[in-house]
Every structure is written in C-alpha cells, then in structure tokens.
C-alpha cells in the first residue's frame, strides 16, 4: 500500500509538472501591398505593410511596420505645398494592436498607430454572437505641428451574417478639437455594407463587397458652405480573391472602384476632384504558424 501510496504521488507530481504555462508565440507574419489611384488627379499612394501577430494565453497582439510612396504629379497639400512629380518616400507607419478576450463573446483592444504627421489612439472593441455583430473604433488624433487634433470613430452598431454573407450597418464620424479653416466642425456618413461568397473551392475562394453611402452631412461654423455626398452618392465595390497555397501559406487579393456625387449646400462649391472615381488595388501573403 505504502508503495502504490507513492507512485500515485509520483505520478501527481508528474502531471503537475507536465502542464504547459502560457507562454507568448508567434501565430502568423504576412505582407500587403496597396495601390491607391485617384482618378481624376492622376495621383497615386503605394503602401507596403508587414505584420506580425502574437498571442498568449487569451491575449492576442500585432505589430506592423509600414513604408508609404507617393506619386505626387505636382499635387498640393492642405496648405498649398507642391509636391514633387514622380515617386517620393517620406512617411511610413508603426503600428501596436492589443486584444483582451473578455468572454467568448466579446474582446476589448487597444490600438496606438504613428506617422510623420499625425499619432492615434484608439479604444476598440467587437462583438459576436450566433448571426449577430457589433464592432466599433474610437481614436484621437493628434497632429504633429499647427493642424487640428480630431476625434474620430467607425462604429459597426449592428451586422447580421449567415453563411458567409452578411450586411452591416457602418457610421463613421469625426470632430475636429477647433473648427477647421474652412469651418467644418464635424463630419458624419451612414453605409450600408454588404458582403457575400461568389465561389469556393479547396485552394481558392472569390468573394465580394459593397459599401454603400445612405447619408452624410457635416456641422459647419458661422454658416460657412459645403459640399457632401449625395445620398448614395458614395458606392466602392471590392472583389477579393484568396489562394492557399499550401497547409501554411496564403495568397490574397483584393480590387476595389469607387464611385463619388456631391451636393452643395450654402454656397458651397464641389471638390476640385473629389467627384471623380477612385480605386483601390492590393496583393498579400500570409504564412500560419
């Protein structure tokens, strides 16, 4: 007896001994690369982002390094600078993500995400239950230099899904700290987005999205005119295409065009090229530990 008495305390120390303390791991590393065409303008932006993504225990973290190109073609900034013809490098991006498991349910996060010209901070959190989501984003964005600190949010207040398709209702509004030179003070949009599968095999999945613009508007100081999007003014169409190459490693794609109308209200006038179309093209990888 004194002898079982002490192999089944051995084996109690061993399985004691044998459970596996969290420990923080590498889960996936990928690249994107995003063309950005102003139609209109004839202006383009090349974004190339790398990201690595950790978890431990019901934490999970990003980390994402990004180099920002742009083709100036003579373009003018916000106050009036010139930009150089041809392709120039002079931003890029770091990127912190931070989740917190609550329940099954829903997970808390923190975003910090810093350029040349501006710094955010963002309170995140996302929701999933059965068909039903919610997801919303809330930051403030502080200018490096004289232009105004905002605050800024994209709320996703409710989205239904059922079998790879789903519609959400999309808001996304701004406040600037002062009123803007041109007056505005804030910014308000509502879309409704639409997703759905178009096609599906082992490797390779086609898939497409729809945002559409149901209402926007803006708070202007002293009666100062704008413009806006017309109701359904805005529509972007994505087709996303996604190929497993292997067990680990994926292909992905996405092709996105935009169509924009104003209106103007007060004596405003419409962008210079702000009612012409605008696309957006990118390729990726990912490889799953």
Known sequence: MKKLGLLLAT??????GAYAAPKL?????GQELEYEHLNSAATSDIKLFTTV???????????????????G????????NKSKKG?????????????????????LGYRYRGEKDMDRHYARYAYQQNWFSSAADIWFESKNGSDNNQIRMELFPVGVQYKGFAAKWFVAYDRTI?????????????Q???????????????????????????????????NYYKNFGRTRIYLRGNYKVSENFGLFGYYGYEFRSFKTKDGG?????????YQDIGLGWTYTF
């Open 25 to 29: 791991e590498v889960t996936s590393i």
């Open 11 to 16: 084996m109690g120390i061993i399985s004691m």
């Open 87 to 107: 392709l120039s490098s002079n931003n890029g991006r770091l990127q912190l993500d931070v989740w917190k498991s609550i329940n099954s349910n829903i997970k």
């Open 178 to 190: 002062d009123a803007a030179e041109n007056g505005q003070k804030s910014y308000y949009e509502h």
């Open 53 to 71: 993504n950790l978890k431990y225990d019901d934490w999970t973290f990003a980390i994402q390094g990004g180099k920002f190109w742009l083709d």
């Open 192 to 226: 409704i987005r639409l997703y759905a599968p178009l096609y599906s095999n082992d490797r390779f999945s086609l898939s497409t999205e729809g945002r559409f613009t149901l209402h926007s508007g803006k708070d202007m100081e002293n009666g100062a005119g704008y």
């Open 269 to 277: 006038s419409k962008p210079t090229v702000g009612d012409k179309n």
């Open 73 to 80: 073609n003579g373009r003018e900034d916000a106050k009036g």
